[in-house]
């Protein structure tokens, strides 16, 4: 029996109780996700992190929430109040709701109902998440613009753009999935990777694709352009404190499990245990496959945190070239070339002439990107030495070149 037909036999009461489940989960991994994420940057930079409040500073995360929950809430004067409370609400409350088609095991059975964790299962899920998510940014946006603030405004208006862009190469990387799979339901892309290899394999600039899109699209490091604290003192959440910052701080963590578990779902096989070790699934009545489930968010999640660590904050124009020149662009010639040998396989052709197309594109797509980068090369080495950089730079008041050469003339002489 599929997840769908588990799911469509389920009580209203066990509906309750499992949507209470995912939202403790939610709530219990976000916790852990801040601990975790400063013992392990703590770790990569030789620090010791939080290690006074509880056991190894496990219980450091819920004393920061109940203190920002305790702290006095602020409203600035010139903020819009009613859009100033709802950006937050907004903004949490979208994060949950992607949780609702995403499988978290198979068959198991719960307080004696077999069902699935997982709350419903639309013929669109994936569809469903990415609506979802869209509309959460617009609590970023409403913040930025109701705190009557310069530097929120810039954040959102930062942010707008960002998922705007990322949002349309996230799109794309999916369609392949879509493809290949042939559906958009998250229960079926799983059971479609349960037989085969998994699309992280098959399907890998999709899934390399998708993995820097949702860094883009979750506003972390080093794509943190709406927050940018050197130059947005804090971005669009300057102005909030309290618990209203608190919501937003969950809507970031629980965002970035949600695109982890996506990615889990649609590339790494969902719940299902990694080749070899399938008779690990009917442990614990069904309950194993969570494990594997989280084990891999975990994977993703930590991709996250070494991101954070090792690399530093784009340029926004470096950013925004980044995500239309070449995520965009790369993601419609893959849909092209996946769609082209779907059709190949299902007319009958050989696994070796499939593989001999896609080993021809390759080498097409290398001796481009080859040309590009001599041509770009050669066009460099032809600039006149000390010309001007490939973005603009503004002339500091007072400063000449005269002047400048004649200080550097004078400190020769």
Not at 281 to 301: Q, R, S
Not at 359 to 381: D, F, H, M, N, P
Request: glycine residues 8%.
């Amino acid at each position: 029996m599929t997840n769908a037909e588990l799911i469509s036999q389920d009580p209203g009461w066990l509906i309750v109780v499992k949507a209470l489940l995912v939202f403790i989960i939610c709530v219990v991994s976000t916790l852990l996700a801040v601990w975790t994420e400063r013992r392990v940057l703590a770790k990569m930079q030789l620090r010791t992190g939080p290690n006074r409040v509880g056991p190894f500073g496990l219980i450091q995360s819920l004393a920061d929430g109940v203190k920002l929950a305790l702290k006095e809430d602020i409203i600035p004067a010139a903020a819009d109040k009613v859009v100033f409370i709802a950006a937050p609400i907004i903004a949490a409350s979208m994060c949950f709701m992607s949780f609702a088609v995403i499988p978290m095991t198979g068959k198991v059975n719960l307080f004696g109902q077999e069902t699935a964790m997982q709350l419903t299962d639309l013929s669109v899920g994936v569809l469903y998440i990415l609506a979802v998510t869209s509309i959460g940014v617009y609590g970023v946006v409403l913040a930025g613009w109701s705190s009557g603030s310069t530097y929120p405004l810039l954040g959102g208006l930062r942010s707008s753009a960002q998922v705007i862009s990322y949002e349309i190469a996230m799109g794309l990387s999916l369609v392949a999935v879509f493809i290949y799979a042939g559906s958009m339901s998250t229960s079926e892309i799983i059971s479609s990777q349960h037989s085969n290899y998994w699309n992280a394999v098959v399907l890998f600039p999709s899934f390399v694709i998708f993995v820097i899109s949702m860094v883009g699209e979750t506003n972390r490091a080093p794509f943190d352009l709406a927050e940018a604290e050197g130059e947005l003192v804090g971005g669009f959440h300057t102005e909030y404190s309290s618990l209203k910052f608190a919501l937003f701080f969950l809507a970031e963590y629980v965002n970035i499990v949600a695109v982890s578990a996506l990615a889990t779902t649609l590339f790494l096989g969902g719940y299902h245990a990694p080749p070899g070790l399938g008779f690990t699934e009917g442990w614990l009545g069904g309950w194993f496959t969570i494990v594997w489930f989280f084990l891999k968010v975990n994977i993703f999640f930590f991709i996250f945190m070494w991101l954070r660590a090792s690399l530093p904050r784009l340029r926004y124009d470096q950013f925004m070239k980044f995500g239309w020149k070449v995520l965009i662009p790369t993601s419609l010639i893959w849909i092209l070339t996946v769609a082209t040998l779907r059709v190949i396989q299902q007319q009958g052709a050989s696994r070796t002439v499939i593989m001999a197309f896609a080993l021809g594109l390759v080498l097409i797509a290398l001796t481009v990107s080859s040309l590009y980068e001599r041509s770009k090369a050669k066009s460099q080495g032809d600039l006149p030495e000390g010309s001007a950089p490939d973005f603009p730079v503004p002339s500091l008041p007072g400063v000449s070149s005269l002047n400048v050469s004649a200080k550097s003339g004078g400190a020769h002489e």
